[in-house]
């Protein structure tokens, strides 16, 4: 027997899917593995998925694996490997406002949109269970009846599952693959079958029993995002009920403009339903970790989730509003909400089409060239960057490779890099070197942080684990061969860390060389997204290729604000004075050494914000696919004469209050077509 202490590293602990991966590697050994909580808690199976989620394993936790078998050696290797390597992955304040009838309700935007439609009201999933006796003559029929129940249930989420990974890539079909080993679990089949015989109870029954024991274990867990798992039970059990009935869902026909209201959307219904109609999703339950909510950004479906006590209020056909942007649903909204978001939206194309206008080259009115370069990150987002027109793709955020697929070889990185190389197309591809750590913790591989956002992240947690980076530079480098790919930096400090980069990039390209393998030319550029970088821009301009402008973490550390934080989410101010000087010394940093600067974040995708930007002397735009039509649209209305003239009047201000009264009077009298006062950021009420 092999005894070995283990830690659960990930922020996010064993939830469902870092639970099946575990599952998934421990029974391909055929030695009995078990794991115990050394805090006293309970004992699992790790071939068991059920056993394994009910350690309540939250970050930090010390477990004790023994092992014992044949095979004991290797597959302790292989479940130290799985452990060092992590798994892992907010909740949100809710305030509801009433003006007269039109309810404004505060949630969670999980997936970015503004849609007007109407309500349609989605009962819950719950099924009515009875109870009654069965005699001991029919006790093995009964049996019987759950198991072929099970195997069907299983049967149809395997289904569910193969439409999800063709539809939204491998990343979302291991939601459905933690789905389909609960319902192949032994633990939990047996519990069933087990209170089945021992109470002479129908199989509703004992699920319904079961099941609410589980709810109620989990709903006593600490940990928010693993509490949060609790619907995958949920889940789970409908869909054993739906089998034991053998009714067929009703298929929906949705209207054109359908938003679905629900208290808790479960993501099997989601992935099932036909949603060429549907528009957007709002639920009471849910977070940006939700499974539903991980769906929503998957399909391309506006969502605002966690929206507590807004279901009541809703009635199917009602008007409603959701704008994901600003984490809110309004129903029954006024006349004048109403025209404010229709100016918003009317340029807009419905889900799914391609709007002309947003293809081909964007000028602005005095004839300034801007490019609009893509964001993305998941296979599922691929289809955006043709469908909007984007000029290449500006930022790859390539950690998502390991917090979702585990893809830590260089072949495996290699063939991914080529695939978004050959999305891109001549503009290129812009890959961001892995930035682990903050609020990617998801695939971070050390002990939890106090002070994360400020610890060892990117390119620091790079240098450290320079075997990991090496790996990564190779693959990119490999892939260059077929396919225009640069390289950018994280989180650079000063051109000592740039330099250090290059050496071994040099020392990677000697490597392929020697080995006779292909690689290409890849430029290095530098993320400016700390205050250090904007000090030092003229220092790091002469080290790189390029610059990328990171504004959403550019605006946390120049004003020491975590964007993360309810509590102190009235300092995150976008337009504060030391951002735009920030900015605007960066941009002629970046000009003065004749290298290009790219600007990306929550800045580039918002349209009065871009129109800032381009006062500033930024020409190239990264965003999320999406927000593409609504800022080609206002840069292609304004002058960037007019534009510089309203943001050197912003540079003189002495605050963010200042800044923002500035850009709604401006903008809105300058261009009241394009900035309608909703669109406008709204100025805070002075004493």
């Known amino acids: 027997m092999i005894e070995r202490k283990l830690l659960v590293k990930a922020r996010l602990g064993l939830h469902a899917r870092a639970a099946a991966k575990l599952v998934r590697l421990t029974t391909a050994f055929r030695s009995k593995i078990i794991l115990r909580r050394v805090d006293g808690g309970p004992t699992a199976d790790a071939k068991s998925i059920l056993s394994v989620l009910m350690l309540a394993a939250t970050p930090g936790t010390e477990l004790e694996a023994s092992v014992e078998g044949v095979d004991e050696a290797a597959a302790m290797t292989a479940i130290d490997k799985l452990f060092a390597d992590s798994f892992g992955e907010r909740e949100v304040v809710v305030v509801m406002k009433e003006q007269s009838r039109e309810i404004r309700c505060q949630g969670l935007g999980v997936s970015e949109g503004i849609v007007i439609g109407q309500v349609l009201r989605m009962v819950d999933g719950t099924a009515q269970v009875s109870r009654w006796r069965v005699t001991d003559n029919d006790l093995e029929k009964e049996q019987q009846r759950f198991r ?186 006024s006349t004048e909400t109403l025209a404010e978001y229709r100016k918003q939206t009317e340029q ?72 978004v190389a050959r999305l891109a197309g001549e503009e290129g591809a812009i890959i961001r070197l892995f930035d682990l750590g903050g609020e990617n913790t998801r695939a971070h591989f050390r002990e939890p942080e106090k002070n994360p956002a ?5 390119i620091r947690f790079g240098l450290r684990n320079d075997s990991v980076m090496r790996r990564q530079l190779r693959a990119i480098l490999l892939a260059a061969a077929t396919g225009k790919l640069k390289i950018v930096l994280p989180m650079i400090t000063d051109g000592n860390e740039v330099k250090r980069i290059k050496a071994m990039v040099d020392e990677e390209i000697a490597k392929l060389t020697n080995e006779g393998r292909d690689f290409g030319d890849v430029p290095i550029g530098a993320m400016i997204e700390v205050p250090a970088a904007v000090i030092m821009a003229d220092k790091i301009a002469a080290c790189v290729d390029f610059f990328e402008l990171g504004t959403n973490d550019l605006v946390q550390y120049t004003l020491a604000v975590d964007r993360g934080n309810d509590e102190v989410a009235d300092w995150f101010r ?10 605007n010394r960066s941009l002629k940093a970046a000009q003065h050494a004749g290298i290009p600067a790219i600007v990306c974040g929550e800045m580039a995708s918002t349209p009065a914000y871009a129109v800032l930007l381009i006062g500033l002397g930024a020409t190239d735009l990264s965003m999320t696919p999406a927000a593409m039509p609504l800022v080609r649209k206002a840069l292609a209305g304004i002058d960037s004469a007019s534009a510089r003239t309203i943001v050197e009047e912003c540079l003189t201000c002495e605050g963010a209050d200042e800044v923002e009264y500035l850009v709604h009077a401006r903008l809105g009298s300058r261009w009241p077509d394009l900035f309608p006062a909703s669109s406008l950021p709204k100025p805070r009420p002075t004493e």
């Open 348 to 419: 807009r194309s419905p889900r799914g089409a391609v709007p002309s206008h947003d293809h081909g080259a964007l000028r602005t009115l005095d004839g300034i060239e801007i490019k609009l370069r893509a964001n993305i990150e998941l296979p599922a987002e691929f289809d955006e960057v043709e469908k909007y027109g984007a000029s290449g793709i500006g930022l790859y955020r390539s950690e998502f490779l390991l917090a979702h697929n585990g893809l830590t070889s260089e072949q495996e990185q290699c063939l991914a890099y080529e695939a």
């Open 574 to 583: 976008t337009l504060h004075p030391a951002v735009l000087e920030g900015i």
């Open 148 to 333: 072929h129940a099970a195997a069907a249930a299983s049967e149809k989420l395997r289904t569910i599952r193969d439409q999800a990974e063709g539809r939204l890539g491998k990343e979302h079909a291991y939601i459905f693959d933690a789905h389909v080993l609960l319902l192949e679990d032994e633990k939990l089949l047996g519990d069933i079958e087990e209170y089945i015989i021992a109470e002479q109870v129908n199989s509703e029954w004992a699920i319904k029993v079961v099941g609410d024991e589980l709810a109620a274990l989990y709903s006593e867990i600490n940990d928010d995002y693993l509490r949060e798992r609790g619907a995958d039970i949920e889940d789970v059990m409908q869909r054993l009920l739906e089998a034991l009935s053998g009714a067929q869902p009703d298929d929906l026909h949705l209207a054109a403009d359908t938003v679905i209201v629900s208290r808790d959307f479960l993501p099997s219904a989601l992935a099932e339903l036909d949603l060429t109609h549907a528009q957007a999703l709002a639920t009471d339950s849910g977070g940006w970790t939700s499974h539903t909510a991980i769906l929503a950004r998957g399909i391309g479906l506006p969502a605002v989730v966690g929206l507590k006590d807004f279901y009541r209020r809703t009635r199917t056909g009602d008007k409603i509003i959701v704008d994901s942007r600003q984490n809110q649903v309004i129903l029954h909204p």
């Open 454 to 458: 400020l610890g060892l992240r990117a």
